[in-house]
């Protein structure tokens, strides 16, 4: 079945560019959107994002100047830049197929941002 | 932007019982809603989605209904497992494709 795996840096220094990736496995890319989701320690939910296989894109407005998502087909890959990081980008970050609810989740990924 | 709220925040229910938790959207998402449930440490998983449908491999005690702006998730009978954070999301295309989650509600044992 289809597995999603969150990578990247760990740790991001404020006013830097925080960026992921999310590797597809068991299945293919295509034809399907792709959302980034963010968790704050304790809190609820925040979707960033989403992207389809074309390259299209649809980003929460609270972060849209901030927020750049791409698609690598040939690598079964779609990634994540966020800029200008503060400590409020603190979070795990989870990336999810976005059909019919977001069905398939990665096991995420904590980003903590800090000096 | 589409404002989901969740009640109650907390729900304290006996193993065996049943659990109904709402969730309220501020504009109208026709059947555009997903149910979700979290448990410490892991990630989201599907519940239900276009405001009824079980995704694959739910048990059937899982139930949601509502469209609109009034939703419900309902659990029959409660299992040891089922004790988690649910949490609900509209992905209505209109007034734009922006998704919003509610805030939560701790489903803990009595």
Do not use: H
Not at chain 1, 57 to 84: E, H, I
Not at chain 2, 24 to 40: E, F, G, M
Not at chain 2, 96 to 104: A, E, K, L
Request: glycine content about 8%; some cysteine; overall charge positive.
């Amino acid at each position: 079945q289809v597995q999603l795996q969150e990578s990247g840096p760990g740790l991001v220094k404020p006013s830097e560019t925080l960026s992921l990736t999310c590797t597809v496995s068991g299945g293919s890319i295509s034809s399907y959107y792709w959302s980034w989701i963010r968790q704050p320690a304790g809190k609820g939910l925040e979707w960033i994002g989403r992207i389809y296989t074309s390259g299209s894109t649809n980003y929460n407005p609270s972060l849209k100047s901030r927020v750049t998502m791409s698609v690598d087909t040939s690598k079964n890959q779609f990634s994540l830049k966020l800029s200008s990081v503060t400590a409020a980008d603190t979070a795990v970050y989870y990336c999810a197929r976005d059909y019919q609810g977001m069905d398939v989740w990665g096991q995420g990924t904590t980003v903590t941002v800090s000096s | 932007e589409i404002v989901m709220t969740q009640s109650p925040a907390t729900l304290s229910v006996s193993p065996g019982e049943r659990a109904t938790l709402s969730c309220r959207a501020s504009q109208s998402v026709s059947s555009n809603l997903a149910w979700y449930q979290q448990k410490p440490g892991q990630a989201p998983r599907l519940l239900i989605y276009g405001a009824s449908t079980r995704a694959t491999g739910i048990p059937a005690r899982f139930s949601g209904s509502g469209s609109g702006t009034e939703f419900t998730l309902t659990i029959s009978s409660l299992q040891s497992e089922d004790f988690a954070v649910y949490y609900c999301q509209q992905y209505n295309n209109w007034p734009r494709r922006m998704y919003t989650f509610g805030q939560g509600t701790k489903l803990e044992i009595k």
